[in-house]
């Protein structure tokens, strides 16, 4: 079960951002600078989430960020 909201929340998050990176206006879009800010962010709020399913769901935003992130700088 939680494997299933790992990768419903992961796909969600992929999602999410690929609309926004795809659909924004260029002036709108978000930098490699910006997505490690919103990395580093849900990476110090799920290291402070005691439930575990919330750490779990905001561990994979912050990962999403950083793949999104690395994806625009290669």
Same mark, same amino acid.
């Given at each position: 079960?939680?494997?299933? @909201?790992?990768?419903?929340?992961?796909?969600?998050?992929?999602?999410? %951002? /690929?609309?926004?990176? $795809? @659909?924004?206006?260029?002036?709108?879009?978000?930098?490699?600078?910006? %997505? /490690?800010?919103?990395? $580093?962010?849900?990476?110090?709020?799920?290291?402070?989430?005691?439930?575990?399913? /919330?750490?779990?769901?905001?561990?994979?935003?912050?990962?999403?960020?950083?793949?999104?992130?690395?994806?625009?700088?290669?």
């Amino acid at each position: 079960m939680i494997s299933q @909201v790992a990768t419903t929340t992961a796909l969600l998050v992929i999602v999410s %951002l /690929m609309s926004k990176i $795809l @659909v924004t206006e260029a002036s709108d879009k978000k930098g490699p600078k910006d %997505l /490690m800010e919103q990395c $580093l962010y849900w990476r110090d709020v799920s290291s402070q989430d005691t439930d575990l399913i /919330m750490r779990l769901q905001h561990a994979a935003y912050s990962l999403t960020f950083l793949n999104a992130a690395q994806t625009i700088c290669t």
